[in-house]
């Protein structure tokens, strides 16, 4: 069964940092490039970033850029978002997606096949 | 960045009705356009990619269509579990993916 969940969401206050994993089982992790996407209380979907299969490419929205890391670990199937000088606005529930496509360089062009169930970010004083 | 506006933001419609959804991408998109379905508490579903070809699993009465800039998601015959939102997103202009506000589709 395919399956991505996510994990290390909480309270935080404004300025701190958070590390949140998604772990994957039921694919071939390591082929797939993976994505997080947010979404804040109420409010639609905001893709925050990607990184290829192999982890040698990333990219990130303008609005977590430089503040923002992704990364994965292919031999744990593991995927992470490393979050620095958190603020309000990055209050959401965060989900990783799997690209439906498998292999892609740099980056997938192509839609999000499977979601995780969301872990939720709470930034506040 | 490529904008993509839904409407209605709010569709009414009886169970067994059909259902019509649209989304306008800002500037062509070509045929690179997904559709998701998310309930509440649940993450989003993908119903549809390439703008008309079936994800796995997903029922019949899904069915996609358009291409460039107008594009429209149809329910044939409306379950109860299709009551959601839905959201078109573009991922022609890689990596800036974009999504639409979504619109809801409630029991009339």
């Known amino acids: 069964q395919v399956q991505l969940v996510e994990s290390g969401g909480g309270v935080v206050q404004p300025g701190r940092s958070l590390r949140l994993s998604c772990a994957a089982s039921?694919?071939?992790?390591?082929?797939?490039?993976m994505h997080w996407v947010r979404q804040a209380p109420g409010k639609g979907l905001e893709w925050v970033a990607v990184?290829?299969?192999?982890?040698?490419?990333?990219y990130y929205a303008d609005s977590v850029k430089g503040r923002f890391t992704i990364s994965r670990d292919n031999s744990k199937n593991t995927l992470y978002l490393q979050m620095n000088s958190l603020r309000a606005e990055d209050t959401a529930v965060y989900y990783c997606?799997?690209?439906?496509?498998?292999?892609?360089?740099?980056?997938?062009?192509?839609?999000?096949?499977?979601w995780g169930q969301g872990t939720m970010v709470t930034v506040s004083s | 960045e490529i904008v993509m506006t839904q409407s209605p933001a709010t569709l009414s419609v009886s169970p067994g009705e059909r259902a019509t959804l649209s989304c306008r991408a800002s500037q062509s998109v070509s045929s690179n356009l997904a559709w998701y379905q998310q309930k509440p508490g649940q993450a989003p579903r993908l119903l549809i990619y390439?703008?008309?070809t079936r994800a796995t699993g997903i029922p019949a009465r899904f069915s996609g269509s358009g291409s460039g800039t107008e594009f429209t998601l149809t329910i044939s015959s409306l379950q109860s579990e299709d009551f959601a939102v839905y959201y078109c997103q573009q991922y022609n202009n890689w990596p800036l993916y974009t999504f639409g506000q979504g619109t809801k589709l409630e029991i009339k």
């Open positions: 997606a799997k690209d439906r496509i498998v292999g892609a360089t740099p980056i997938s062009n192509d839609a999000f096949d499977i």
């Open positions: 390439g703008a008309s």
């Open positions: 039921g694919f071939t992790f390591s082929s797939y490039g």
């Open positions: 990184i290829s299969y192999d982890g040698s490419n990333k």
